[in-house]
């Protein structure tokens, strides 16, 4: 077993280390309720956000901060957009920051990502999510919270977000890459995080105008298949490091990831990450490539 391995996940907290700092009402602690359900669920995350969460957290809407002038769901926005959305949310880069969903992990790695990519310095997800805090018994809050309050040093530079744009990878180059694997010309990798019947095209996509299939030359790795039998925890590294042995995805290559919308695909690249792969999330993913017509090969 390696280092990487026997080291653990350095991007999770478990819910009792949460708890604790909960206790120390640290100033710095930003506690983000990240929850978001696909467009054909029945469940309401403003709606559930508000009667039962964790103490002091505060609803994160991911259909919020997204570039509004593009035509496709969760789109990162620029910087300048998110640097805005951060100061009305009192978010700093230099705050400690934990993201959970009351699905357990579905939609917290998604803001995991999107802060860590824009510059944040401590931002880790909530293993077990709300329902592993709510199955230990730890206390819950129900008060209306919309923001948090103004903060003592609210300086320029406690908001210098600035993209990583390795982490990112946009639509002409997810068709070369694309075309590289299929024709065995490049050792990069593309992993697919939905489910076995929409990456095969059995069911329809969830959203309007939009194809069924995958992308020529990914590999099917679901959000599902890196966590326990209910979802709500990662599987240890040891096992999802196997399980990229099977798939037939080798962490000494980079690997890009997609699912939707580029949500869920960012439950595999948290612990692919952790493994010493080299990561990025194709942005746009399946709602702006099945979009279009297939590339020619």
């Given at each position: 077993m390696n280092n990487i391995i026997k080291k653990g996940y350095r991007n999770l907290i478990e819910t009792n280390v949460l708890h604790n700092l909960i206790m120390t009402k640290s100033p710095n602690l930003r506690i983000l309720n990240t929850t978001w359900y696909l467009p054909t669920s029945t469940n309401n995350a403003q709606i559930e956000v508000f009667e039962k969460r964790i103490p002091s957290s505060f609803y994160f809407d991911i259909d919020k901060v997204i570039d509004t002038k593009s035509q496709f769901p969760h789109m990162l926005p620029t910087t300048d957009d998110f640097t805005a959305f951060m100061k009305e949310y009192r978010i700093r880069t230099t705050d400690q920051i934990i993201c959970y969903d009351n699905v357990g992990v579905y939609t917290s790695p998604r803001v995991w990502w999107m802060?860590?990519?824009?510059?944040?310095?401590?931002v880790k997800v909530l293993n077990g999510g709300f329902p592993k805090w709510l199955k230990e018994n730890r206390p819950v809050d129900s008060k209306?919270?919309?923001?948090?309050?103004?903060?003592?040093e609210d300086k320029h530079d406690s908001y210098n977000y600035s993209l990583n744009n390795q982490q990112v990878v946009n639509y002409p180059n997810v068709c070369k890459l694309s075309k590289l694997i299929v024709n065995k010309q490049t050792q990069s990798q593309l992993v697919d995080a939905r489910l076995n019947n929409r990456f095969n095209g059995i069911v329809p996509e969830p959203r309007p105008n939009v194809r069924r299939g995958h992308i020529p030359g990914a590999k099917n790795i679901t959000f599902q298949d890196v966590l326990s039998e209910d979802g709500t925890t990662y599987l240890s590294l040891e096992k999802i490091k196997q399980l990229g042995v099977e798939k037939g995805?080798?962490?000494?290559?980079?690997i890009v990831f997609y699912c939707g919308s580029g949500v869920t695909a960012c439950v595999p690249?948290?612990?692919?990450?952790?493994?010493?792969?080299?990561?990025?999330?194709?942005?746009?993913?399946?709602?702006?490539?099945?979009?279009?017509?297939e590339p020619e090969k």
């Open positions: 802060l860590s990519s824009f510059g944040c310095q401590n209306f919270n919309t923001t948090y309050l103004p903060i003592s995805i080798d962490t000494k290559y980079p690249y948290l612990p692919f990450l952790e493994l010493g792969a080299t990561c990025s999330i194709y942005d746009g993913s399946w709602s702006e490539y099945g979009s279009f017509p």
